[in-house]
C-alpha cells in the first residue's frame, strides 16, 4: 500500500517595510515633532518677550531721551544709581520727579543737608516727560492729571483745618517755613504751584512725611492746596506788617521789644511828672 505524504506549506512572514516606507515614516515623525515644538513656543515665547520689554509711552521715550543726557552721570544707566553719586530712582514714581526737577532742585548743584529750590532747567513738559519714564521703571507715586479739577472744587474751610493739623508745625502758620534740625528747614509755600505741592505729599522730600492717599484722600489733598493757594498766598495780611510769617516767635519777639520800650518810657515820662 502506498501512503501519500503531502509537503505542509509554512504561511510566509507579514512583508517588511520597504526602505522608502521607513524613511516616509521617520520624516513624518520629524514634522510632528517640530510643528509641536514651534506652537509651544508661539505660545509661551511672545508672552516671556513682552513682559521682559515693555514699550514706553511716547513721553516716557522722550524722557528716556532727557535722562540720557542729563541725568544718567548721577542716577546710572536705567536710573539704578551710582554710589556716591545719586540713589537709584527704581519705584520712586513720577511725584518725587515732578517735585525735585520741577522745582528746580534737580540736578543738584552740589551736596547739602538739603537741596535748594532753584530756577528749573526742564520746561513743564519735559518734567512731565522725565516723570513718565522714571514711573514706567517701576511703581511708585504719581501726580494725576485732574488736580486743577479737584482744587476747583475745594474745600476751604476743610482745607484750613488740615493745613493747621497737618503742616502748620513745619511750614509755620503762614506758611513761611521754619528751621528743622541738622541744617534743614521746611521751605516756604509761596512759589508752590498745584501739581508741586501735590507731588510733595505723595513723595515727601526731605524730611516731610508722606500723605499718601490712605493719610490723606486726593479730595482732601485738594482743599489742602486749595487753602495755600486762595488764602496763604493770596492774604495781604489785613492786620499789618506781616513780621515774616514766621509765627508766634517773631511775634512775640516784636511784642516784647515794643513793649518793654513803651514801659520804659511811660516809667520816665510818669517819674518826670512827679
Not at 86 to 114: C, D, H, K, W, Y
Request: hydrophobic fraction near 40%; proline fraction near 7%; include cysteine.
Amino acid at each position: 500500500m502506498r501512503i501519500s505524504r503531502r509537503r505542509s506549506i509554512r504561511p510566509e512572514g507579514p512583508p517588511r517595510l520597504s526602505q522608502f516606507r521607513r524613511r516616509t515614516a521617520g520624516v513624518v515623525r520629524m514634522v510632528i515633532a517640530l510643528v509641536l515644538a514651534g506652537g509651544a513656543y508661539t505660545l509661551f515665547t511672545p508672552a516671556a518677550q513682552a513682559q521682559e520689554e515693555p514699550r514706553l509711552s511716547a513721553a516716557a521715550a522722550e524722557g528716556e531721551a532727557l535722562f540720557e543726557v542729563g541725568c544718567i552721570t548721577c542716577h546710572g544707566r536705567s536710573a539704578g544709581g551710582v554710589e556716591g553719586r545719586g540713589p537709584s530712582l527704581i519705584n520712586v514714581g513720577g511725584a518725587s520727579v515732578e517735585f525735585q526737577v520741577g522745582t528746580g532742585r534737580m540736578p543738584l548743584a552740589r551736596q547739602e543737608a538739603q537741596a535748594q529750590r532753584k530756577p528749573p532747567l526742564y520746561t513743564d513738559e519735559q518734567v512731565r516727560q522725565l516723570a513718565a519714564y522714571i514711573d514706567s521703571l517701576g511703581v511708585g507715586p504719581v501726580v494725576p492729571d485732574n488736580v486743577d479739577a479737584l482744587v476747583d472744587d475745594a474745600n476751604l474751610a476743610r482745607g484750613g483745618e488740615l493745613f493747621r493739623v497737618n503742616c502748620s508745625q513745619c511750614h509755620a502758620f503762614g506758611g513761611g517755613g521754619g528751621a528743622l534740625s541738622s541744617g534743614k528747614y521746611a521751605p516756604s509755600l509761596y512759589p508752590a504751584s498745584d501739581r508741586i505741592i501735590y507731588a510733595a505729599m505723595l513723595s515727601g522730600p526731605q524730611n516731610m512725611p508722606i500723605f499718601g492717599d490712605n493719610t490723606l484722600t486726593p479730595e482732601q489733598k485738594a482743599d489742602v492746596i486749595a487753602y495755600i493757594q486762595q488764602v496763604i498766598q493770596t492774604d495781604h495780611d489785613p492786620g499789618g506788617f506781616n513780621l515774616g510769617r514766621y509765627g508766634p516767635s517773631t511775634e512775640g519777639l516784636a511784642i516784647f521789644l515794643v513793649g518793654i520800650v513803651a514801659l520804659v518810657f511811660a516809667s520816665l515820662w510818669i517819674a518826670g511828672k512827679s
